[in-house]
């Protein structure tokens, strides 16, 4: 059952959520698969996602096998303006993303690449994504350590030749600084509010996609974080 939320938190999406759209949902691509495998001990590994309105990313990476946790949040400013209100202006350097903690043994770096490519961003458009503009929404990778870093790389420039997309690749990779959990009405999300508009119009979609593009990845319960 969908879990109401506070009348504050209800007042804050009412008045600065993720923007609606009249438009049809973003379709789906199979990214390639990369030449560049991860090659990642035993152990939980954590890992940095910007890729639009974090409801969406965080939805999708809720649904992948291996993956342990994931949290919404604000990456590339500072602690002053890791909030919504003030990230939702556009000019703090925070972009919405998303912390994913996950078990390389079940899940690698370069298959969370993949299936980010495949039906979370597009990773032509510049500081946007579906019908959120602005610089808080662009699609960034932020590797949290060097081999992160170098299989990012390898797979940025494989898909600039792969001609899966007919225009420039722009993803950028960033540099990690500090992550800022979002509002606690934000985690969770999909799972809390399935029938939203936005979430039918635009994310569903993406675990739809994720579930037929890679089955063998896909996991049918939604992960729900402590939070």
């Known amino acids: 059952m969908m879990r109401v939320l506070p009348i ?3 007042l804050g999406l009412a008045l600065a959520g993720c923007q609606g759209s009249a438009a049809s ?3 789906i691509v199979r990214a390639p698969a990369a030449k560049r495998i991860a090659n990642e001990e035993a152990g939980l590994k954590t890992a940095v996602f910007a890729g639009g309105c974090f409801w969406g990313v965080e939805g999708v990476f809720s649904h992948v096998k291996g993956v342990k946790a994931a949290m919404s949040g604000y990456h ?3 602690a002053a303006t890791a909030n919504y209100k003030a990230t939702s202006s556009g000019v703090t350097e925070h972009a919405e993303a998303v912390r994913i903690v996950y078990d390389p043994m079940v899940v690698r770096y370069d ?3 993949r299936i980010f490519f495949s039906v979370v961003a597009d990773p032509t458009l510049r500081n946007r994504q579906g019908p959120d503009v602005g610089a808080q929404y662009r699609a960034a990778l932020v590797p949290m350590n060097a081999e992160q870093r170098a299989v990012a790389t390898a797979y940025l420039k494989q898909m600039q030749v792969s001609g899966v997309w007919d225009k420039p690749i722009v993803t950028g990779i960033e ?3 500090k992550f800022y959990p979002a509002e606690r009405y934000h985690q969770d999300f999909m799972a809390k509010n399935p029938r939203h508009g936005y979430i ?3 994310d569903a979609p993406k675990v739809v996609g994720l579930k037929k593009l890679y089955p063998d990845n896909y996991r049918a319960t939604y992960l729900r974080d402590a939070k």
């Open 200 to 202: 039918l119009r635009w």
């Open 111 to 113: 298959e969370l690449l």
């Open 8 to 10: 504050l938190a209800a």
């Open 175 to 177: 540099k990690y600084r």
């Open 25 to 27: 949902a973003e379709e």
């Open 76 to 78: 590339g400013g500072n």
